[in-house]
């Protein structure tokens, strides 16, 4: 076991006590020249430095100056923070006033405006049959209710009257009955309908009336239920 003589260290920690006292009381600052400048002693506030020097960029110099910050500012200097590393973007204030409007949160879809104007027209409401024809109330002998070139013609489907386009064929000309909107008008004007049973372009009347031609009487027209059509609807026939 060696034993270590502690003596010798001793002596010299009192040595070096006693010249720093010496020091501090020569004022602070030495002869010793550093980088051109005069060594200071290192401080953190003025309470570290004796009388007529002050604690300034972290080392004591003296009131009447200059006082000047040296190479290393020492430990009072530093804010401690760290540099945030962030990139100045380089753009410049464009100068416009905030609006305040909140972001909806809504993501861009991309898609470019068409430019097309709102015509401001009104939805009529009119339910589309899906056969080119508009349900209407009109008339199925005198075709009233619908615009020219439409006549009106009974819907099973539907169960209503519709207002669709009409054929040429004139009165008396071959037609097929499945296609009951084939016949036009007469030569008077008066509306054709193509007869199931002859096949025929005959005009248009009302049961129990007498407007056919002499000969023809006024046939009660039914659907395929068996239903009679709207308005005393009929066709003449002989």
Known sequence: MRTVDARP?????????????????????????????????ACFN??????NYSCFCGFCQPLGGPQRCLTDVGPAADAGKADSGATDSGATDSGATDSGTTDSGTTD??????GTTDTGTTDTGTTDTGSGVTP???????????????????????????????????????????????????ASGAPLLCDGVDQKCYPLCRAGSSTCPAGETCYALQDADKKPWPKQTGICAK
């Open 136 to 186: 209407a109330d009109c008339d199925p002998v005198d075709w009233s209710g619908c615009p020219a070139g439409q006549g009106c013609y009974w819907n099973d489907a539907i169960s209503k009257t519709v207002c669709q386009a009409h054929g040429a064929l004139g009165q008396n000309a071959s037609c097929d009955p499945s296609a009951l909107s084939s016949c036009g008008k007469s």
């Open 109 to 114: 879809t991309g898609t470019t405006d068409t």
């Open 9 to 41: 260290t001793l002596a010299l920690g009192l040595a070096w006590l006693v010249s720093m006292s010496l020091a501090l009381a020569a004022g602070c600052s030495t002869d010793r020249v550093v980088d051109g400048d005069s060594e200071r002693f």
């Open 46 to 51: 003025n309470s570290d430095c004796v009388t």
